[in-house]
């Protein structure tokens, strides 16, 4: 029951030698969903163990080439390895004819199926559903139309208290129903509320990933209480100016966006190339919200399940 | 007066967590010229501390993926870092609309002029020149059109003899006179031959790229003699079917080659990622050209003058 984010890249624009341009992997239940994929990301899947053939979605957040260089290379790759099942790209408009272009120009004919679902750049919309998990999109406030995403576990089952049922002995059928949160009536005749016989599901976990964007509060209900937060931060508080100029966040601001939005974890990254070391950002941000990380090639975060009331 | 190479990517279209798709940078009397392109360049660049700034004529050999995916990044990179001198790049027709498209389409204007300069993909043609460099291209034999470069110094001026000058006293025009082959009368009328006064110019140092290509002789003509040969070596001689078919070459086969074409140096590369080892590879083409070396990213072959005649 993983569920765990791997950078692969923390950089903003300008990649350095630690630090290559932005990419994300998200672990649901072994089901491997990448966020963005800035040139180099097939390189850093790679390096860190990640296997290919597991990636099924893709999620682009806006058309900045730090954020979708990589596509071409991967794409072209999954194809070199035999790629026979489709790989689902969300994405803003325009992204579709990008890749035709691309690919008819360089004369690649893709052996599987590459599917293309557009983005709605302007307001939050269910992206993605499966029986584990839900993706929703939201806008952020960068210098182009730029999204966020945010993946929630679905509530699972109510969990059966063994010794409470363990004297009724319901059928398959009815365990099915109560683990739904049925009532059940045993062989006396005897009704049983749902309670009695069972705890709450466990607790869900959440990831938010908000990519390039200004400090901008309108966020906050998308992403409250998330359980772990990536918020851009490319800059520290001095250059505040800077940043709202080129759409983006200082590492105090991100701190300021975790608090008020309840976090559990922060992740901070996409740091503008002029920090040779990056303390200096985590203790801003950690001034505002002491829960944060700095994102860094490789860093895993796995959020572990906690039991619930 | 450098004349080194620097391997950036030695793997071919798959790029492993060891090896990087192709690219080379030669420098020339630190003017540095990169030699294909493919995904991850400019953060190879960086790793080895090679300066963007200093990079002004980029040669791509063919329009597969490995070869120039990292154009992308790179000249956008180059933008934001503020360049503003002309980028050169020579490549085969279809290049320049493919980069329009890619440019517009991520909407990146770019701040500096990007000079393409098309390839003649099916004759020998000289590329470039400038006054230390000549370099010509000629065509190879591939799945699609590609073309080898060839990097040859340009012969310099004779070098005085300080011994036997010195009681004569030139001018500095005399000099340079001298310098470029001229005799000399001395104050007293005497007649001095060149020959008496100098020796001959260095030897000039020459680098051929034989990008992606099958084992075919017509480019011994091209390669001659050459100090230093880059030949690819996708497989071993055991896949020569695979090799042919996908056109590509063996290790032996560029040993052949090397042998035939008399090099001074055999470097092979573009090998296929189900090579873990590569000594196996070496092995095959020393067999038939002892002085050949693998390329390895970040490797770094420099090639020193020697005194002529």
């Known amino acids: 029951m993983t569920f765990s984010l791997t950078i692969l890249g923390s950089s903003s624009a300008l990649p350095t030698s630690e630090r290559t341009v932005t990419a994300h992997v998200l672990n649901v239940h072994e089901r491997f969903f990448l966020i963005d994929c800035g040139e180099g990301t097939q390189m850093q899947l790679r390096r860190y163990r990640i296997r290919f053939a597991k990636i099924h979605n893709i999620f682009i957040s806006h058309l900045h080439g730090d954020h979708f260089y990589g596509l071409f290379g991967l794409i072209s790759s ?88 363990k004297e009724l ?45 200004r400090y901008n509060e309108a966020i ?16 520290m508080d001095e250059m505040r100016q800077r940043a709202l100029k080129t759409g983006h966040s200082t590492a105090g601001e991100a701190g300021k966006i975790a608090a008020s939005a309840d976090a559990g974890i922060l992740v901070i990254g996409h740091f503008s190339s002029r920090y040779k070391k990056l303390e200096p950002l985590l203790n801003e941000a950690r001034l505002q919200f002491p829960d944060t990380v700095l994102a860094e090639d490789g860093l895993e975060i796995d959020i572990q399940l906690t039991p619930e009331g």
């Open 78 to 165: 999954l194809n070199l390895m035999g790629r026979k099942v489709p790989l689902n790209i969300y994405g803003p408009p325009g992204l579709d004819k990008y890749l035709d272009l691309h690919f008819s120009a360089s004369t690649v004919q893709l052996d599987y199926p590459l599917v293309f679902n557009s983005l709605d750049m302007e307001k939050a919309a269910k992206v993605y559903e499966d029986d584990k998990l839900m993706v929703e999109s939201f806008p952020l406030d960068h210098k182009i139309e730029c999204c966020g995403f945010i993946f929630r576990e679905k509530v699972g089952e109510r969990r059966i208290k063994k010794e409470a049922v």
């Open 169 to 213: 002995s319901p059928g398959i059928k009815d365990i099915l129903e109560i683990k739904r949160g049925g009532d059940f009536t045993d062989r006396d005749g005897k009704h049983w509320k749902n309670e009695e016989l069972t705890d709450p599901p466990r607790s869900t976990r959440s990831y938010a990933y908000c990519s390039d964007t």
């Open 220 to 235: 906050l209900p998308f992403i409250k209480n998330v359980d772990l937060l990536y918020h851009e931060a490319t800059y």
